[in-house]
């Protein structure tokens, strides 16, 4: 069993930035990949960045490429998520999520306003 706690969200202008956090409790860490997700206001749930957990190998949605970089740090049992160009199209629900296992947090909501 793995329990996450996303934190960090809020809300930011247009072009600000945020950092979220994911923490994680129970079995090891560094074994799991881990993902961020995102569900804007009536969209489905897409997948947003991925760190892999033995090669590091790092993924990013075509949508935030650039803008957004993820990073983990072992030791703290974390997976961060940094948010830089914030647009309003980029307010959602932010999720964390592991993968084997699929286990997902409850979620840390980003509002950007225009």
């Known amino acids: 069993q793995v329990q996450l706690v996303e934190s960090g969200g809020g809300l930011v202008q247009a072009g600000g930035s945020l950092r979220l956090a994911c923490a994680a409790s129970g079995r090891t860490f560094s074994v799991y990949d881990m993902d961020w997700y995102r569900q804007g206001p009536g969209k489905d749930r897409e997948f947003v960045a991925r760190?892999?957990?033995?090669?590091?190998?790092?993924r990013y949605a075509s949508s935030v490429n650039v803008r957004f970089t993820i990073s983990r740090d072992n030791a703290k049992n974390t997976v961060y998520l940094q948010m830089n160009s914030l647009k309003p199209r980029d307010t959602a629900i932010y999720y964390c999520?592991?993968?084997?296992?699929?286990?997902w947090g409850q979620g840390t909501q980003v509002t950007v306003s225009s």
């Open positions: 760190i892999c957990a033995t090669s590091g190998t790092i």
């Open positions: 999520h592991t993968s084997p296992g699929g286990y």
